[in-house]
Nanobody
Framework: QVQLVESGGGLVQTGGSLRLSCAAS????????MGWFRQAPGKEREFVAR????????NSADSVKGRFTISRDNAKNTVYLQMNSLKPEDTAIYYC????????????WGQGTQVTVSS
């Protein structure tokens, strides 16, 4: 089992920055990749960014490209999401997720952290 705990959410103004953290525990040796997703009220959960655990390759959604950066610290079993130039449409609950080795889907999910961007 892998447990994920997000932190770093909060209230910021348009154009501000926020850094989210996701700490993993349990069988972290099974993690192949980690990603960030977000969900606004009444909306479907959408992909934000992901990073492979070993090779550190990344990709992100077009809506956040150039503004959000995903990174990792394997020694701390932690993934970060640096969010810059925040917009009101970025307001959502942000979830951390982990993909197990040998899987093409995300197997583990955190409880989420709220990000609110005021206009």
């Amino acid at each position: 089992q892998v447990q994920l705990v997000e932190s770093g959410g909060g209230l910021v103004q348009t154009g501000g920055s926020l850094r989210l953290s996701c700490a993993a525990s349990g069988r972290t040796e099974s993690i192949y990749a980690m990603g960030w997703f977000r969900q606004a009220p009444g909306k479907e959960r959408e992909f934000v960014a992901r990073i492979n655990w070993s090779v550190s390759s990344t990709n992100s959604a077009d809506s956040v490209k150039g503004r959000f950066t995903i990174s990792r610290d394997n020694a701390k079993n932690t993934v970060y999401l640096q969010m810059n130039s925040l917009k009101p449409e970025d307001t959502a609950i942000y979830y951390c997720a982990a993909r197990a080795a040998g899987s093409f889907g995300y197997n583990y999910w955190g409880q989420g952290t709220q990000v609110t961007v005021s206009s």
